[in-house]
């Protein structure tokens, strides 16, 4: 839905308790996937909708856990979901089937046949873990390689230090692909993909088609190109999020994960609006 004076009270969210809170519509679509209370042990008693809304909030913000808002569930609480989810790639898994229902709201097939892959270097934190220096970005960081469909949602994801290069760190961000969306073999790509090294790669992980996207000689200054734009669409989609600013985490899966949510938090408003 295209941004104007008519729509804009569709976008506007000055009825919740904060910006960031799922309203019913989007709670509706996020509620089915919600694991189920355990029948042994004690009742559940925390709202997983206060759960998600907490997560959204930091994501939204940036904030610490510690500095997470007395009327969510205790930070402690929200953090232990946030890592079972992680674990059982409950966050994944939400995405992934948002990402069908918005193609299918778009007119479309639920499962993409081609894809755009780019990467996106961050700074991280004292707070250690895996990165590397990317000499190109003149970023000392990790890397997060992503893989779009045609209209930009996300559907391949990995994080790894900033220090491999592109076409080394394709490979891992496909195989991401390969069991949850089994039609997806043609990918579009920047000239940073280009050469047999990355092709003998792909060929060993499935039937993937590469094409390169370059930048012709003759232009000057900036260049709209086919295809590319929209996997840096995307990155502008997820840094609305303040969160991803920069690599907070230690752990790898922690810094996927966040990535995940702040991809639920566009996925589930684009599709209450439809």
Not at 41 to 65: C, F, H, I
Request: one cysteine or more.
């Amino acid at each position: 839905m295209a941004w104007t004076e008519i729509t804009r009270a569709h976008y506007e969210r000055r009825c919740a308790r904060y910006a960031s809170d799922l309203t019913d519509a989007e709670w509706a679509l996020i509620e089915p996937m919600m694991p189920s209370a355990n029948r042994i042990g004690r009742p559940r008693k925390t709202d997983l909708r206060e759960v998600v809304n907490a997560l959204l909030y930091l994501a939204s913000s940036g904030g610490a856990w510690r500095l997470l808002p007395k009327d969510f569930p205790p930070f402690s609480t929200v953090q232990k979901y946030f890592y079972r989810w992680r674990e059982e790639g409950l966050l994944r898994t939400i995405s992934n089937s948002l990402v069908m229902a918005a193609r299918e709201a778009e007119g479309r097939e639920a499962s993409p046949t081609a894809g755009v892959i780019d990467s996106q270097s961050v700074k991280t934190t004292e707070s250690g873990g895996i990165r590397g220096f990317d000499a190109g970005k003149k970023i000392n960081g990790r890397k997060r390689h992503i893989v779009v469909d045609t209209i930009g949602l996300m559907v391949g994801l990995v994080v790894h230090a900033a220090d491999i290069q592109d076409r080394d760190g394709a490979p891992a961000a496909l195989k991401t692909i390969l069991e949850r969306w089994p039609w997806l073999r043609h990918v579009f790509a920047d000239g940073g993909y280009a050469g047999p090294k990355l092709k003998g790669a792909m060929q060993k992980i499935g039937t993937f088609t590469l094409e390169i996207i370059k930048r012709t000689d003759k232009a000057k200054g900036f260049e709209v190109l086919p295809r590319r734009w929209v996997v840096e669409r995307t990155f502008a989609w997820l840094g609305r999020c303040r969160r991803l600013a920069k690599d907070w985490e230690k752990s790898i899966a922690s810094a996927e994960a966040w990535i995940y949510v702040a991809h639920i938090r566009l996925l589930t408003r684009r599709l209450a609006r439809a």
